[in-house]
């Protein structure tokens, strides 16, 4: 299993950006799929992005496309989360994932795939 630490959270205003690191240890990133998670007080936790092991085609939710981007570095055995136009309504703590699929190199993955998870980081949206 890999570990996963993700940073870069914090008080944003609403229209706000924010730029969420997730630094992944103890094997190689270019064999998984990673993704976003977040989870707001009294709700279920849910998939914002995630990309595969292709890099390709990244899967977006709905409720962020057009301000949220995922991106991967396998050097680096980093992924990130940009957040752009940011609302009240992502207030949340985001939580990156990781997943494998041997012979799989898309985006779409069942929330119940990804097994190994960072600690989250906090980012609240407020003016």
């Known amino acids: 299993q890999v570990q996963l630490v993700e940073s870069g959270g914090g008080l944003v205003q609403p229209g706000g950006s924010l730029r969420l690191t997730c630094r992944v240890s103890?094997?190689?990133?270019?064999?998984?799929?990673i993704a976003w998670f977040r989870q707001a007080p009294g709700k279920e936790r849910e998939e914002v992005a995630c990309i595969g092991t292709g890099g390709n085609y990244p899967n977006i939710a709905d409720s962020v496309k057009g301000r949220f981007a995922i991106s991967r570095d396998n050097a680096r055995n980093t992924a990130y989360l940009q957040m752009n136009s940011l609302k009240p309504e992502d207030t949340a703590v985001y939580h990156c994932?990781?997943?494998?699929?041997?012979?799989?190199?898309?985006?779409?993955?069942?929330?119940?795939?990804?097994?190994?998870w960072g600690q989250g980081t906090q980012v609240t949206v407020s003016s």
């Open positions: 994932a990781t997943a494998r699929l041997p012979g799989y190199s898309g985006s779409y993955y069942h929330k119940s795939d990804f097994d190994s």
């Open positions: 103890g094997d190689s990133l270019a064999r998984y799929a």
